[in-house]
């Protein structure tokens, strides 16, 4: 199984690509839109102690969203961070919580990195 990020125009994707080893072909087995441009993809092998296949995504939004590439479902199985939050911090309407008491991102996220620990 490959992931990949992928946008044209407006429009941006996970693609899914399985790869046949008896034919040696490569396709694409599903789409799932996102909501904005992918910026970072990490893999998340591990989800409660038990295999998983999902992917984290972080975008142009400040919101990380955890899809399940075992479903065909059209939403995130979760979101972290809170996008409402953030465009009040950014717009001066949160003056009075600092950042570490937000709890969530404020700009795009650029990049991930899980610790397995």
Do not use: R
Not at 4 to 19: K, M, Q, R, W
Not at 89 to 101: I, R, V
């Amino acid at each position: 199984m490959v992931v990949s990020a992928t946008a044209e125009g407006d429009h941006s994707n996970l693609e899914v690509y399985i790869y046949d080893h008896k034919t040696s072909d490569l396709y694409v087995h599903h789409e799932i839109m996102l909501g904005a441009y992918p910026l970072c993809l990490e893999w998340l092998p591990e989800l409660q102690k038990s295999k998983t296949n999902h992917v984290v995504v972080g975008t142009f939004l400040p919101e990380i969203e955890i899809w399940n590439l075992d479903s065909e479902a059209v939403e995130p199985s979760a979101v972290l961070g809170n996008i409402e939050e953030s465009v009040n911090y950014n717009e001066g309407k949160l003056k009075s919580q600092s950042l570490e008491s937000l709890n969530t991102h404020t700009q795009a996220v650029m990049c991930l990195s899980l610790n397995p620990v």
